[in-house]
């Protein structure tokens, strides 16, 4: 059903090739072990090195990629991202690959900003690199986040089976799959692309069962969850879904670009969710409104971007089918009210110092009345007036019920 979904190119009885696993890092590891272990095979047959494996992908992947690559030595290369551009650019990608080079890895949903991709121009990319070097370099699409996505609302997106350089994708399950935690997949273009030397064939439970997995004992609840929902939603199901959730992020995301104070960092085409960063965070950043709105009850978590972005601090809300349009508007609303209280207190402490500081200094006669102090000065005393404010708080709600 789901190398259906991803347009493997199946022919009438064929079976579709795929694993089922514990998320999409596992998935990723086999993934990435059939493209390592068919590169040697490849570089064994022509008499070359096949010691030093390497992999292309963004600096914004996520770190289970990080530990394929060390876990299984190969080399990662990554491309570094730039200001504005929070992707891997297809064409610095290509031209990192060398003769070494097992696969390159785009990501349909970006655990930073949501952001598809351009799968598509990369395929057609290497294509032409391949052409003039006689490589063979595959893809590799982690939709993780935007394989339950892309098919549903972006039909007409290429960057699946369509495209001949993809020979492997993996989605997870319990992202926009709508199951619980624990499940991933896995699904091969076609059985060329598994090395047959990595299954595994075991008879002892009463037939031939082949097994290629990095875990082998798991529960089928979610197996069977995944199942369900498929039938039970089915194409116009999971589309409704995915529309909604499509249409609370756009919600949330004109509530913040109406305070005038975010700037968005996600993009309108991509996973449904929101990335926002301060227009100004000189006075107060990015973790200083994540921490606070805590106190509301939201846990929307606060990053810096990867290399050659870190200067880049990001706030990311993330839509689910169960976040409704009520809770964006709320969530809108408790941001302002986490961005006035910022703006306010520390603001109205520092001004009170002020003017304690000159009316103690004219009293006293002395001439520190026209001493500057410094930024650090400043912080220090802002903060010990901060805790004493809190403190004060406190004593006022000890005994309430």
């Not at 006075?283 to 939201?298: N, P």
Request: net charge negative.
């Amino acid at each position: 059903m789901i190398a259906h979904l991803f347009n493997a190119p199946l022919e009438d009885g064929e079976t579709a090739v795929g694993v089922g696993t514990v998320g999409s890092s596992e998935a990723i590891m086999l993934a990435g072990l059939a493209f390592k272990r068919k590169w040697q095979n490849k570089m064994k047959a022509q008499g070359k090195p096949y010691d030093k494996p390497n992999i292309v992908t963004g600096a914004n992947v996520q770190v289970c990629w990080e530990k394929f690559a060390r876990y299984f030595e190969v080399e990662l290369k990554e491309v570094k991202l730039t200001d504005g551009y929070y992707v891997m650019n297809p064409e610095k990608a290509v031209e990192m690959v060398d003769e070494n080079t097992i696969c390159v890895a785009a990501i349909l949903g970006s655990t930073l900003n949501g952001e598809f991709e351009d799968v598509k121009k990369l395929n057609d990319l290497l294509i032409e690199k391949n052409k003039e070097t006689g490589w063979d370099t595959p893809i590799h699409v982690d939709a993780a986040s935007g394989g339950f996505i892309a098919p549903f609302i972006y039909p007409e997106l290429e960057w699946d089976f369509r495209l001949p350089l993809v020979k492997s994708i993996n989605v997870s399950g319990h992202k926009y799959g709508l199951v619980y935690a624990g499940v991933g997949w896995v699904i091969w273009r076609n059985k060329e692309d598994l090395p047959d030397e990595l299954i595994f064939h075991i008879n002892y439970l009463g037939a031939d069962q082949p097994t290629f997995t990095l875990n082998f004992s798991k529960g089928s609840s979610q197996i069977i969850a995944q199942y369900y929902q498929l039938i039970r939603l089915g194409y116009e199901g999971y589309k409704n879904v995915m529309e909604n959730c499509q249409e609370n992020a756009r919600v949330l995301r004109e509530g913040l670009e109406k305070t005038g104070r975010f700037d968005i960092v996600s993009k309108e085409v991509g996973v449904p969710l929101v990335a926002f960063s301060l227009k100004d965070n000189s006075k107060h950043d990015e973790f200083e409104i994540s921490e606070t709105l805590r106190r509301f009850g939201w846990i929307v978590p606060a990053y810096t971007m990867p290399p050659d972005a870190q200067h880049i601090t990001v706030l990311r809300v993330v839509i689910r089918e169960d976040f409704s349009r009520t809770l964006a508007e709320r969530l809108v609303m408790d941001i302002v009210k986490v961005l006035h209280e910022l703006d306010m207190l520390p603001a109205r402490v520092k001004a009170k110092l002020a003017m304690a500081e000159e009316a103690s200094a004219a009293a006293n006669g002395s001439d520190n009345a026209s001493h500057h102090k410094t930024d650090r000065e400043w912080e220090l005393e802002v903060t010990e007036a901060w805790k004493k404010f809190v403190a004060k708080k406190k004593n006022k709600t000890k005994g309430v019920c």
